[in-house]
Structure formats: C-alpha cells, structure tokens
Nanobody, 121 residues
Framework: QLQLVESGGGLVQSGGSLRLSCATSGFRLDHWTMAWFRRAPGKEREGISCVDSDGSTHYSDSVKGRFAISRDQNMVYLEMSSLKPEDTGVYYC?????????????????WGQGTQVTVSS
C-alpha cells in the first residue's frame, strides 16, 4: 500500500532550522509530483513547496528563499531555515500520481498524517 510518513517536526526558536522528512513506500515517486503543505492554527491548508517529475521546484511566497524541497530515492525532504513563528503548523507530505503538480490541494491524491512544527519567539 502507498504510504507517506512525515517526521522531523519539533520545537525550535525563531531563526532556527529544521529538516522534515517524508518516507514513502508502495510507489516510485520519481515520476510523481511530491509536495509539502502546512496548516497553521486557524488557517487553511497551504501548499508551500513541490517538486515535479522533471525536478522543477516551486515555492509559495511565504517560504520562498527560506525553504528547500528535495527528493532522494523514496524520501522527500523539506529543509527549513530562518524559521518564523508564523511557520508554526502541521506539515504534510503529499503525492500527485498524475504529475500535474502545483501548490493547489486538488492535484494531490495521497497525504501523510503530518508532523507538528512549532516555532517560538
């Protein structure tokens, strides 16, 4: 079965860094679009980064220049730097088998359970 399991979340202070990992199984992600979303308290789920099958990456304005998505075999990573309190939220790994890509929710069929990131001031 297809699975996506996020890890690496935790509590960090403002300005710090975290590396989130998404461990995948049951599929080959090389030809899929993989993405990271997040949901801050009281806010809608937001697409923040994705990497397409051709390796093209995309970032939301809110994280551009601070976050970096990458893939390695069956792992997807999100390197987060210069973290801000507004980055606090639950971070989700998502997969799009159609490789449509983008940061919209509609493209993604499969989701992980999420990992909590809390940035203190």
């Amino acid at each position: 079965q297809l699975q996506l399991v996020e890890s690496g979340g935790g509590l960090v202070q403002s300005g710090g860094s975290l590396r989130l990992s998404c461990a995948t199984s049951g599929f080959r992600l090389d030809h899929w679009t993989m993405a990271w979303f997040r949901r801050a308290p009281g806010k809608e789920r937001e697409g923040i980064s994705c990497v397409d099958s051709d390796g093209s990456t995309h970032y939301s304005d809110s994280v551009k220049g601070r976050f970096a998505i990458s893939r390695d075999q069956n792992m997807v990573y999100l390197e987060m730097s210069s973290l801000k309190p507004e980055d606090t939220g639950v971070y989700y790994c998502a997969a799009d088998p159609t490789d449509e890509g983008g940061l919209g929710l509609y493209a993604y069929e499969y989701w992980g359970q999420g990992t909590q990131v809390t940035v203190s001031s």
